[in-house]
Structures are given as C-alpha cells and as structure tokens.
C-alpha cells in the first residue's frame, strides 16, 4: 500500500508538471490569447444556449448547463484542442417531440443513452468512417451549416408582440439594430489591422456593448432573452421508470442524436484541423463526446456537440490549445453564478455582428468558381449537401451526400471495365480477354453479356492482370461466364487472380483453388475451370 501511494503521487507530480511545461510552452502571450478567446466565445455562447433551451422546449439554464459541461469536458479530453463544443440546434430539434410528449425528464435519461452510445463508438473506432466522407459533401456540408448560422441569427431581429408571441423588428429599433449589427463587424475587420492584442470579436462586443450601456441606447440585450443568473449544477438520477417501456422510448432519440452529434462534432475536428494544421483524433472525440453528454445528462442538461460557429470564432481569434475551450467553459460557469447581470446588458447586435463574421469566414467562397470546374456530379453533391443541411439537418444532409457520391462512383466505375481479346502467345489457338477495371456488382451484368463461346475458340482465357475481383457479384459473374463456356464443352482459365481473389474463390466454395500453388504469387498462374487445377509459369 505504501508503495502504490508513492506511484499515485509521483503520477500526479508527473501531470502537475506536465501542464506547468505545456504553459509555460505556450508563454504569457499565448496564455493571454488563449483565454481572451475563451473570453469570446463564452459571449458567443449566452443567446445560442439559451436559444437552443427554447427551441428544445427546455428551461434557459438547462441549456447553459449542456454549454458549460459538454464544453469542459470535450475542451480537456477531445480530439482537437481549439474545438468548442456546447447545446446545438441540430440537436434540439430532435428533442422537441420528445420533451412535449414525455417531459425533461426522458430527455436526461435520452442524452445519458446517447452518450454512452457514443462513448461506444469511440472504443469501437467507428470515428475512422468520417474518413469515407467526400470532399464535395465537405464543401456542401460547411456552405449549409453557415447559411444556417446565418438564418438563425434572423431570430434576434424579432421581439416580444406582447401577447406571447415575436413580430420582426421595425422602425428606429430595426435600423439602430442593424447600424449595430454592421458597426460590430467593420470592427472585427479593422482590429486587426490596429491592434492583435486583443481577440477583434472580443474588442468588437466591448466595444458596442460599451456604446449601447453609456447612451441607453433601446436595443435588445441578452437579458431580453432570458434570466442567467443560476446555481451549481446538482447531481440527480434521470426520474423516470427503469423499465423495457421507457426504453423503447428513450432509445431512437438516443441514437439519432448520437448520431448526429457525432457527425456534426467529426466533421467539425476534420475543419478545425485544416485550419491548424492538425489530424487525428476522432475515436478520441468520440469517447469524449459520449463522456461529455453520460455526465451531462446526470446534471441537468440538455447535451451538445461540437459547434462549428463558436469553434470558427475560436481559432480566427487565435485559440490553438485546450486552455481557451478549459477558459470558455469556465467563463460560462461564472457567467451564470456571479456575472449574469454584466452580461444580460450586452446588446445581441454585437453578437449577431460577430456571427455573420464568422458566417463570411466559414462559408467556402471558392467553392462557387469550383462548381464551373468540377464534374457535375461533383457538383450535385455540393449543392445537394448545402441544400438538404438547410432544409432537414446536417446527418441527413451528410448521409445523402455520401450515397449519392458512393452511387456516381460505382457507375463510374463500372464503366472502365474494359475487355480486350488477342490471340495467345503461350498456347496457340487459344484467346486471351483481357479485363481492365475493377469487377464489382456495378460491372458484373456487362461483363457477362461481353462473351459469346459459340464464337470463340476450344480454349479461352480470362487475363486479370489489370483487373480486381471485388465482390460476390463478381465471383457469380465469373462463374456464369464459366457456366457458359462449359455448356458450349469449351474450356476457360483464370489468369493473374491476385492473392485475395483466390481467396474469396475459395470462400466461394464454387471454383475450388488450390491456394497452395505459388502462394506469393511471383509468377504469373492459370486456374483451369474445367479440370479445377491451375498451372504456373505462364
């Protein structure tokens, strides 16, 4: 016992040294970027938390709450350091019915599920698949979810009817709103070029917060929305009845937002790691997202995920490592026990001007040229992708957009299938074909209505030497092709079968191979359908 005491200390003397050197790596000026951009993003933060609360039909804090937990516990164990993660709209959306129908109540229970799926997926290196998207679907995915942050700001140029319900803004609030709103962003423009030392979005909402305070101008504020101010999270066991009826449920919410959470939050590391300069780390992401959300559903939240906006406004105001995401969280957790007064007077034009900002930085302008460049399909896609993320929601969107692309792939591919017929130079009167392209269930059909025995010789041979055996459609195609030149009593060799196509003959159980003949396959080898042997040295 003495000894492991001794090993927990030095472990921890290791991890306390650690993060000593990692910041005195970084230096003073890096510290002070990275937590004046937590600074920023946590203002960021305040309306879409609280927004996402009403569209989810949930309290404000319940979505503070996600926004604090999600966010520290993804900004210490995620994949991408500089990514921050909170409540989304993709999310709450999902939640809507569930919440009307069942109560707050089922929705912890939902993200607590959701999480510990996704914490699976994780372990599992399901994350890896985010490979499998397309560029295209990436272009088309980042052009609809800026449109998207870009709509939702509509909502902030709406205000109280009186009656319980919002009518857009007009007269001299409209036009100061948007004198607002264009001010915010000409200064995020022009800091830069002045001064770096502080993040322009920050200076930017200080700025015009500042400005709005002093004159009173009547703008609407952040408190206009909601109440901040608000306790500790507490700990509390999801009400709900443990039973098979609650899971049956519980459990399609959880996988679509598990789902979709996933999607969203590994689409966003790949973007944040173009921007930095970083790979890796999506099975990591995982297991902390679904960690993020398990804990989160224990206290009171409503789950999150990765968000594209407040991550962009992160890294373009210079937040590289874990310590502005640790900085953002924490500055939330202050926002809602201490500072909920200074905040609630911050005009939501500043906000909204910083959010257009970064729907100007994230959208891919050069995308537009690149729809004139590109193969149409290509094309489709992006435009496909932008539309369904604006119409439905991003998985969908995403989903669609990798069918569609797997689909013009295989149809591509199936045309480069190409047989070529010469005379043998080894065997005299026989035929070579000789097949280029991959043979998969999108060229299988046209690959077996190409031979005609009653036209070709005693003696046939298939060369695959430029060719691949993908799948079983393919496998039966070859075996039709046998079928029939056995029928016609002529005979048909395999040549050039490459290792793993000898071996899905053999799991076949049709063709009969002989895996031991030249195993390597250094020499070229005939397989003889007739007599099922095959024959080196061709």
């Not at 009656?163 to 915010?184: C, D, E, R």
Request: one cysteine or more; aromatic letters at 8%; proline letters at 4%.
């Amino acid at each position: 016992m003495p000894q492991q005491t001794t090993i927990a200390d030095f472990a921890k003397r290791l991890r306390l040294a650690e993060a000593s050197a990692q910041i005195t790596k970084l230096g003073v000026a890096q510290v002070r970027i990275e937590i004046l951009s937590g600074l920023t993003v946590a203002l960021a933060l305040v309306p879409e938390a609280v927004a996402f609360a009403f569209v989810a039909g949930v309290d404000p804090l319940v979505g503070l709450y996600a926004a604090f937990m999600v966010g520290l516990i993804t900004a210490v164990f995620g994949g991408r350091p500089g990514m921050i993660s909170g409540a989304t709209g993709a999310l709450a959306v999902v939640m809507v019915a569930l919440v009307a129908d069942h109560g707050v109540q089922y929705l912890f229970a939902t993200v607590v599920l959701m999480g510990i799926l996704q914490v699976s997926a994780g372990v599992f290196k399901l994350g890896k698949f985010i490979r499998m998207v397309p560029h295209p679907v990436m272009l088309g995915f980042v052009n609809g979810l800026a449109i998207v942050i870009f709509l939702a700001q509509m909502e902030q140029f709406k205000v109280s009817d009186g009656a319980g319900g919002h009518v857009w803004m007009s007269g001299v609030t409209l036009w100061l709103t948007l004198a607002l709103v264009g001010g915010t962003m000409a200064l995020v423009f022009f800091t830069p070029k002045v001064t770096k030392f502080i993040p322009a979005p920050l200076a930017a909402i200080g700025i015009i917060a500042l400005l709005v305070i002093v004159f009173d101008l009547p703008a609407p504020r952040v408190g206009d929305l909601a109440t901040l101010k608000g306790g500790l999270p507490t700990f509390g066991i999801p009400q709900v009845p443990f039973t098979l009826e609650t899971l049956y449920i519980i459990f399609p919410y959880a996988v679509i937002l598990a789902a979709i959470g996933l999607i969203e939050s590994l689409l966003t590391l790949n973007l944040v790691g173009t921007i930095t300069g970083k790979r890796g780390g999506a099975s990591q992401e995982c297991v902390a997202q679904g960690a993020a959300n398990v804990v989160t559903g224990f206290f009171g939240g409503m789950g999150g995920c990765a968000m594209i906006g407040q991550s962009m406004i992160n890294v373009k105001s210079g937040g590289r490592t874990r310590l502005s995401g640790i900085a953002a969280a924490l500055f939330l957790l202050a926002f809602i026990l201490v500072g909920s007064g200074i905040i609630e007077m911050i005009p939501l034009a500043a906000l909204v001007g910083v959010m257009f900002m970064v729907v100007i930085g994230t959208f891919a302008w050069q995308s537009i040229g690149v729809l004139r460049r590109v193969p149409k399909s290509d094309a489709l896609v992006i435009l496909l992708v932008t539309a369904v993320t604006v119409a439905e929601d991003l998985a969908t969107a995403v989903v669609v957009g990798v069918l569609v692309s797997a689909v013009v792939y295989a149809w591509n591919a199936a045309a480069r299938i190409q047989i070529v017929a010469r005379q043998s130079q080894s065997e005299e009167g026989a035929l070579v074909y000789e097949i280029a392209g991959p043979l998969f269930f999108g060229s299988a059909t046209s690959f077996v209505e190409r031979f005609h025995p009653e036209n070709d010789p005693e003696v046939v041979i298939l060369d695959f030497m430029d060719s691949r055996v993908v799948d079983h459609s393919a496998l039966q195609a070859i075996e039709d092709v046998a079928a029939k030149y056995q029928e016609a009593g002529k005979r048909l060799r395999l040549r050039h079968l490459t290792q793993d196509c000898h071996r899905l003959l053999s799991k076949a159980g049709q063709l009969m191979v002989d895996m031991d003949d030249d195993p390597d396959y250094r020499v070229a080898v005939d397989y003889d359908v007739n007599v099922g042997q095959m024959s080196s040295g061709h």
